[in-house]
């Protein structure tokens, strides 16, 4: 029963370009969370989705970011014009009927030069 | 006030040992608590979740609610060198839709 997947699990970027991260939920899984964790910082919690809907995104950024999870392939966390404050490391969680019980992917970590 | 708080450490024990991990909240409306462990640049992994007050137990962890003191810990029996790892604490928060969660303990089990 495969877990979690996001890819790629390594982004380098230069400032100014786009970063598109993706995530596959676990089967069965019809809700997905986004979570960013800086260097010496607990992970934040970005947005929540489920299928074609995004249901919370109050720890989202005003501003670059934006989220998406269509009703067919993967969730799609992207940052337009990327700088350098955005290097972290960006996990994606999903989880069965019962929200509480998220389950984490590998993550992907984002440099940005 | 952050919402949740946890020791960053790190806490370093010898093998064998039995281990304490707590954390506080400032909330009293959370209901459900969970436990992830977390290797160096790895993803969290979820350890275990209780709900409301109690302990609950699953192998050589244990976790425990105190509502009345907004206190939980997570105790781990005969650390083993495989259990070290950041700690991480977590509460749904924001109607249920996410969690928030401490900082983590760093845990380093020697030999």
């Known amino acids: 029963n495969a877990g979690v997947m996001q890819n790629p699990r390594h982004l380098v970027r230069r400032r100014g370009q786009e970063a598109r991260l993706r995530c596959s939920p676990m089967k069965g899984h019809s809700h997905v969370y986004w979570y960013r964790q800086l260097p010496e910082e607990g992970l934040k919690f970005m947005v929540y989705l489920q299928k074609e809907n995004i249901i919370d995104e109050s720890g989202m950024p005003k501003e670059r970011f934006s989220a998406e999870f269509p009703k067919e392939g993967p969730s799609i966390l992207r940052i337009q014009q990327v700088v350098r404050g955005d290097s972290a490391a960006y996990f994606c969680?999903?989880?069965?009927?019962?929200?509480?019980?998220?389950?984490f992917g590998p993550g992907t970590r984002l440099t940005v030069t | 006030q952050k919402e949740v708080e946890q020791d960053p450490g790190p806490l370093s024990v010898p093998e064998g040992a039995i281990v304490s991990l707590n954390c506080t909240y400032s909330?009293?409306?959370?209901?459900?608590f969970m436990w992830y462990r977390q290797y160096s640049r790895k993803g969290p992994e979820l350890l275990m979740y209780?709900?409301?007050?109690g302990n609950k137990e699953d192998g050589r962890f244990t976790a425990q609610v105190d509502k009345s003191s907004k206190y939980i810990s997570l105790f781990i029996r005969d650390s083993q060198p495989s259990d070290s790892a950041t700690y991480l604490c977590a509460m749904p928060t924001g109607g249920g839709n996410k969690l928030t969660f401490g900082t983590g303990t760093q845990l380093k089990v020697e030999l």
């Open positions: 909330n009293s409306a959370f209901q459900y």
């Open positions: 969680a999903s989880s069965p009927n019962v929200p509480y019980e998220q389950y």
């Open positions: 209780t709900y409301s007050s």
